[in-house]
């Protein structure tokens, strides 16, 4: 989903790291409050509870792993649209969008098929809608990403300017000059 500029598009990571951060701070509230779920979702039954810590684990502990995995996977998004991100290892950065993928995908899977079909636990149309709104999201934060240029040729001509050094500062200044517009940096978005 990159530009014609070859610029990475954006907003679908932000609204994926703020996807992230609500899911976090909606299961941190729950955590506090002992309960299994998710504000505005269905309402578990009691005895889902002796189950959920009987075969499981405590709820509350539950509840904080998964207000965890949020802001993880909001520093995960938001590690794709900053510039400091750009730092981590691209190879990297796939495989743990892909991961992330899997797994919101297979819960999103479950919201859309109990939102629309009413096979699981309750969760409603709306839910359903917005199970595809995340999962088109996060699909296009994660091809964005993909395709995005990175900045090698950029980078790979400073790097020769000051190798040939001070004598030589043309080549340091064509490296940096935007085509067209002498001595002017172009402005890049890595």
């Known amino acids: 989903m990159a530009s014609e500029a070859g610029r990475q598009v954006r907003w679908p990571g932000w609204a994926m790291v703020v996807l992230f951060l609500g899911y976090g701070l909606g299961k941190a509230v729950f955590a506090a409050q002992g309960k299994l779920g998710f504000p505005g979702g269905p309402v578990v039954p009691a005895a889902e509870y002796e189950s959920y810590a009987r075969d499981v684990m405590d709820v509350a502990a539950a509840q904080w792993l998964a207000a965890s995995n949020g802001l993880l996977g909001a520093a995960l998004f938001l590690a794709t649209v900053v510039s400091v991100g750009r730092r981590i290892p691209r190879p990297l950065m796939l495989v743990a969008l892909a991961l992330t ?13 109990d939102g629309f079909l009413g096979l699981g636990v309750g969760w409603r149309w709306y839910h359903g809608l917005l199970g595809v709104v995340v999962l088109g999201l996060q699909t296009a934060a994660f091809w964005s990403y993909a395709r995005a240029p990175r900045c090698a040729a950029r980078s790979s001509a400073i790097r020769l300017s000051s190798r040939v050094g001070r004598s030589r500062g043309a080549v340091r200044d064509a490296a940096h000059a935007a085509p067209g517009v002498p001595g002017r940096s172009p402005r890049r978005h890595c």
């Open 101 to 113: 993928s899997v797994g919101v995908g297979a819960g999103m899977v479950v919201l859309i098929v």
